[in-house]
């Protein structure tokens, strides 16, 4: 059996509320997700993603705009909804080993967007998964 690494970077539209549920309404929202599904036995990346959202029912704030660059006028025109992008990321995480960037951040920007649009039992599974 192979064993995959999956790294992950995610931009958003401001910092979680740390005092808040992750299924709080304020928390904020993915404007761009980044991963990269790494072989480490053959020491080659085998699949990616690089999405970015269309912003729905919610807006990008400038102060977010001034640390990523991603206008809502360039989210809206080439953006996939945040529930497509959370399902791609999930369908190449599939339960693997994950590393991030800043990991406490990203990890719990992807639970905050997994109790939006999935199930407790993602949930458990994301809360239980491997982290290197």
Same mark, same amino acid.
């Given at each position: 059996?192979?064993?995959?690494?999956?790294?992950?970077?995610?931009?958003?539209?401001?910092?979680?509320?740390?005092?808040?549920?992750?299924?709080?309404?304020?928390?904020?929202?993915?404007?761009?997700?980044?991963?990269?599904?790494?072989?480490?036995?053959?020491?080659?990346?085998?699949?990616?993603?690089?999405?970015?959202?269309?912003?729905?029912?919610?807006?990008?704030?400038?102060?977010?705009?001034?640390?990523?660059?991603?206008?809502?006028?360039?989210?809206?025109?080439?953006?996939?909804?945040?529930?497509?992008?959370?399902?791609?990321?999930?369908?190449?995480?599939?339960?693997?080993?994950?590393?991030?960037?800043?990991?406490?951040?990203?990890?719990?920007? $992807?639970? $905050?967007?997994?109790?939006?649009?999935?199930?407790?039992?993602?949930?458990?599974?994301?809360?239980?998964?491997?982290?290197?």
């Amino acid at each position: 059996m192979r064993n995959f690494i999956l790294g992950f970077n995610t931009e958003t539209t401001g910092l979680p509320d740390w005092q808040k549920p992750s299924g709080d309404e304020c928390q904020p929202h993915i404007v761009k997700i980044c991963a990269a599904l790494f072989d480490d036995d053959k020491k080659e990346v085998v699949q990616s993603m690089n999405v970015i959202v269309k912003p729905e029912s919610w807006d990008i704030p400038q102060e977010a705009i001034d640390v990523h660059g991603i206008t809502v006028e360039h989210a809206m025109y080439v953006g996939v909804t945040e529930e497509t992008a959370l399902n791609m990321f999930l369908e190449m995480w599939a339960g693997r080993t994950r590393i991030a960037h800043n990991t406490t951040f990203d990890n719990r920007i $992807i639970l $905050i967007a997994i109790k939006r649009y999935c199930s407790n039992v993602v949930i458990d599974k994301w809360d239980k998964g491997k982290q290197g």
